[in-house]
C-alpha cells in the first residue's frame, strides 16, 4: 500500500496568514493526489485534484503543487470559514490511501 | 446539482450485518464509480472500495476483503455497502463518494454503532 505523509499534523494560524501543509507519498504517484478539507460533523470536500486543479467553486486561494511524491497545499490568505481538517489522498493505485490529517487551528 | 443521499444512522449487535444505501442524483449514474470511505470517531479517512456501475465490478481494499460487499442498482442509481461481522471496531460513519476521476462528490454520511 502506498502510505500518504501529512506534516504538520497540526498548526496555529491567524487571519490573513499564508499556509502551507505538505504531503509525502511512500512512492511515486505521479499527479494522482487530491485535498480534502472537513470541518466536525460533515463530510470532506474536494479542493484539488490532479495534485494542482482547482474543484469547481473552490475559491482561488487554494492552491496545490507537486508531482511524483512531495505535494503541498496552500492558502494564500486564511479566512475564518478555512479552519477546519485537511487531508491529502492519492488514486494512483488501490488500495487508495488518505493522509493522517492537518488540523488548522485559530492561533 | 449533483446529490449523494445516504440511508439513515444504524445500531447494530457485534457479529450482525449492516447495509448502507447511497442515492445519486444529478448525473449520470453509470458514467461514475462510487467508492465508500469510513471514518472512526476522532480519527483519519479509511477507503474501503469501490464499484464500477457500469461494469458492476468492485475492488475492495485488503483489509476489508471477505467482510464487505459494494453493490450497484442502476436502475434506482444507487450504490450499496455491506459489512459483515460487525466488531466494536467498526462503528463509524461511513460516506459514499463519486469517483469521475477523483472525488468529486460525497454523501453526507451515515453513522453506523456497533455495539452490544
Known amino acids: 500500500d502506498i502510505q500518504m505523509t501529512q506534516s504538520p499534523s497540526s498548526l496555529s494560524a491567524s487571519v490573513g496568514d499564508r499556509v502551507t501543509i505538505t504531503c509525502r507519498a511512500s512512492?511515486?504517484?505521479?499527479?494522482?493526489l487530491a485535498w480534502f478539507q472537513q470541518k466536525p460533523g460533515k463530510a470532506p470536500k474536494s479542493l484539488i485534484y490532479?495534485?494542482?486543479s482547482l474543484q469547481s467553486g473552490v475559491p482561488s486561494q487554494f492552491s496545490g503543487s507537486g508531482s511524483g511524491t512531495d505535494f503541498t497545499l496552500t492558502i494564500s490568505s486564511l479566512q475564518p470559514e478555512d479552519f477546519a481538517t485537511y487531508y491529502c489522498?492519492?488514486?494512483?493505485?488501490?488500495?487508495?490511501?488518505f493522509g493522517q490529517g492537518t488540523k488548522l487551528e485559530m492561533k | 446539482q449533483v446529490q449523494l443521499v445516504q440511508s439513515g444512522a444504524e445500531v447494530k449487535k457485534p457479529g450482525s450485518s449492516v447495509k448502507v444505501s447511497c442515492k445519486a442524483s444529478?448525473?449520470?449514474?453509470?458514467?461514475?464509480?462510487f467508492s465508500w470511505v469510513r471514518q472512526a470517531p476522532g480519527q483519519g479517512l479509511e477507503w474501503m472500495g469501490r464499484?464500477?456501475?457500469?461494469?458492476?465490478?468492485?475492488n475492495y481494499a485488503q483489509k476489508f476483503q471477505g467482510r464487505v460487499t459494494i453493490t450497484a442498482d442502476e436502475s434506482t442509481s444507487t450504490a450499496y455497502m455491506e459489512l459483515s461481522s460487525l466488531r466494536s471496531e467498526d462503528t463509524a460513519v461511513y460516506y459514499c463518494?463519486?469517483?469521475?476521476?477523483?472525488?468529486?462528490?460525497w454523501g453526507q454520511g451515515t453513522l453506523v454503532t456497533v455495539s452490544s
Open positions: 463518494a463519486r469517483e469521475g476521476g477523483q472525488f468529486d462528490y
Open positions: 444529478g448525473g449520470t449514474f453509470r458514467s461514475y464509480t
Open positions: 464499484i464500477i456501475p457500469i461494469f458492476g465490478t468492485a
Open positions: 512512492q511515486g504517484i505521479s499527479n494522482y
Open positions: 490532479a495534485a494542482s
Open positions: 489522498q492519492q488514486y494512483k493505485s488501490y488500495p487508495y490511501t
